[in-house]
């Protein structure tokens, strides 16, 4: 499935196959030498990073979003079919080619992950790639079902999703495949092991209320990572915190983390 860079030209995008927020976002003209790529979680769109990239781009840094590999489709035949033939390395290796073009243009390139986007942002801060990273609530240990995948990802099924539980909106697909369940495990597996060459500066916010992904990660990557380390908790979130009630208090802690990975 074809990649849609937050760097490309919005008008080569083709809307009509795409859920009505999954649009890929370049926020710039605030700043000459600084970006910061944002990476959306599982199932879920551009949507999902944006408020943290707003705020961000408030305090004056660029930041870019690009819709990460199978993700945002609008006709859920077509999702479930890409889905079930994505692997987690498509979802690295584009990821490092934002990264890549970011680079040809700023002097300052950094990395926000929500879920997903966490662990890929990790993995890509392990490979020296950026100059710091900040994640929210970073895919390193994950649901039951999802970790049942390495003994069932052969099965090309789809299991429905409730997207309706949170008191707030985000566009997410309503199913999970088992086949592509098996490549989150890897990439998650795969972060973990690599944390411990990060050496860059690591900002993680997470909540000991999230039911998807354990808080245990935070003393994961504490324990792992070489470089400096800045936790925030924000118990009154779930998962999906980007967009739930402390995404202002969340976002604020990113933008002042990244604005002090400048000087």
């Known amino acids: 499935m074809k990649f849609y860079s937050a760097f490309e030209p919005l008008d080569s995008y083709p809307t009509e196959l795409f859920m009505q927020d999954a649009i890929p976002f370049w926020l710039k003209g605030k700043s000459d030498n600084a970006i910061v790529i944002c990476l959306h979680g599982h199932g879920a769109t551009t949507y999902e990073a944006l408020p943290i990239g707003r705020?961000?781009?408030?305090?004056?840094?660029?930041?870019?979003?690009?819709?990460?590999?199978?993700?945002?489709?609008?006709?859920?035949?077509?999702?479930?079919?890409?889905m079930s033939g994505i692997k987690m390395e498509d979802w690295i290796a584009h990821a490092r080619k934002e990264i890549q073009i970011a680079r040809s243009l700023y002097s300052h390139v950094f990395i926000y992950g929500q879920s997903m986007g966490g662990a890929i942002a990790l993995l890509l801060a392990a490979e020296g790639l950026v100059d710091?990273?900040?994640?929210?609530?970073?895919?390193?240990?994950?649901?039951?079902?999802?970790?049942?995948?390495?003994?069932?990802?052969?099965?090309?099924?789809?299991?429905?999703?409730?997207?309706?539980?949170?008191?707030?909106?985000?566009?997410?697909?309503s199913f999970r495949n088992i086949k592509e369940s098996k490549q989150l495990y890897k990439l998650s597996k795969l972060a973990r092991r690599k944390l411990k060459l990060i050496t860059c500066p690591v900002c993680v916010c997470h909540s000991h209320n999230d039911q998807t992904v354990n808080p245990k990660?935070?003393?994961?990557?504490?324990?792992?990572?070489?470089?400096?380390?800045?936790?925030?908790?924000?118990?009154?979130s779930q998962h999906s915190m980007t967009l739930d009630i402390q995404a202002k208090e969340i976002g604020d802690k990113i933008s002042h983390f990244f604005q002090k990975s400048i000087h």
């Not at 995948?149 to 909106?169: C, E, R």
């Not at 990660?217 to 009154?236: A, E, L, N, Q």
Request: net charge positive; proline share 7%; glycine share 6%.
């Open 55 to 82: 705020i961000i781009f408030e305090k004056k840094i660029d930041c870019a979003g690009p819709l990460l590999p199978a993700h945002g489709l609008k006709n859920i035949k077509m999702a479930q079919k890409h």
């Open 132 to 173: 710091a990273c900040a994640v929210t609530a970073p895919a390193l240990l994950l649901p039951r079902i999802t970790n049942l995948s390495p003994f069932l990802g052969w099965l090309n099924v789809n299991i429905p999703v409730d997207t309706t539980q949170n008191s707030f909106f985000n566009e997410v697909y």
């Open 217 to 236: 990660v935070v003393d994961i990557i504490c324990r792992s990572v070489k470089g400096y380390v800045d936790v925030g908790w924000f118990d009154k």
